[in-house]
């Protein structure tokens, strides 16, 4: 069932004021910023707080929601332009499963208020100091953008910005948040493959402690992991790879498996040579929290290639 929207905001002589900030019933004298009609503040003690209206209007709240949320995002790009400051903007990204953080004004100059660009009217749109639209800001409340503005987007190479705004906490967020964080945007910018051209995993070099099953020494042991359920054993590190973990502390040393009946490179004892096997190297490891993880290149699951960086970067 599909939850009530309620009106958290409403102009008071031509500001923005919130429920929590006016007296109860009509004595608030606010208006709706939508029809400009008046407003009652209902703040009951069965209800969440909230204005309505207080006559008979075709003005239903999700409008006013969606307007009051494009209004904010509006004024609040407008005033990081003006004083030419950074405004961040995090996304989960769909492609790569990501969280991207960027600048939302590295290219734009300007901004406009549903603006009509023919084929549709983004409720914010950015553009260039050319007049060249780089951004189109989408605020859904009950309604999704039809999918001819979402061809357009795309064809013209505009990034599509969606917000999802039901209720006063996600309009809380965008009015006084330090950064903004968008539903979705259609763009992934993680590093791509150079053969598929599809976002890159990142190869993540996990160095745990573990005891060695002879000696009973302490050891570190090492594997890459690709994805939650997708690792990489040492038999399959490339010699980058064997070369930063080494760099890091680890033991590292060719070993022949009579299983296999070949030779491959393993996590191995430095007191007394003893190695691991792969199967065994999940049962030996410690305490998740005490895992030190590192970034050592990029991985494409489409393709199955790897793409190695030559030093290895924290991850915190």
């Not at 409340?141 to 795309?154: D, G, I, N, W």
């Not at 990142?202 to 099953?213: F, K, P």
């Not at 191995?268 to 792969?278: K, L, Q, S």
């Amino acid at each position: 069932m599909q939850r009530e929207i309620k009106i958290p905001y409403a102009l008071k002589c031509g500001e923005w004021a919130h429920i929590s900030q006016v007296e109860s019933g009509l004595k608030a004298n606010c208006i709706c910023p939508c029809c400009k009609s008046s407003l009652v503040a209902r703040k009951g003690n069965k209800v969440t707080h909230h204005f309505a209206h207080y006559d008979t209007t075709n003005c239903k709240p999700e409008t006013a929601l969606h307007f009051i949320a494009k209004t904010f995002l509006f004024e609040k790009i407008l005033k990081h332009l003006d004083s030419r400051t950074p405004l961040p903007v995090a996304w989960p990204c769909g492609k790569c499963g990501k969280l991207h953080e960027a600048n939302l004004l590295r290219k734009a100059t300007q901004v406009r208020l549903e603006h009509d660009l023919g084929y549709c009217k983004p409720d914010v749109l950015l553009l260039t100091e050319a007049n060249i639209p780089v951004a189109a800001i989408e605020v859904v409340v009950t309604h999704k953008p039809e999918e001819s503005a979402l061809a357009y987007y795309l064809e013209e190479g505009i990034a599509l910005i969606e917000f999802e705004v039901h209720d006063g906490e996600a309009l809380e967020m965008i009015r006084v948040g330090e950064a903004l964080l968008a539903t979705r945007i259609n763009q992934c910018i993680s590093p791509k493959c150079k053969d598929c051209h599809m976002p890159l995993r990142e190869n993540h070099l996990i160095i745990d402690t573990a005891r060695c099953r002879r000696c009973e020494r302490q050891l570190k042991v090492c594997f890459i992991q690709i994805a939650e359920n997708y690792t990489l054993g040492t038999n399959k590190f490339t010699d980058d790879q064997i070369r930063i973990a080494r760099e890091l502390g680890v033991c590292l040393e060719r070993q022949y498996s009579q299983t296999l009946d070949e030779e491959y490179i393993a996590n191995t004892c430095p007191t007394c040579r003893t190695w691991v096997g792969e199967h065994f190297l999940h049962f030996m490891t410690s305490d998740y929290a005490l895992r030190k993880q590192y970034r050592v290149g990029y991985h494409c699951i489409v393709c199955s290639r790897d793409w190695p960086c030559k030093t290895a970067q924290v991850i915190v």
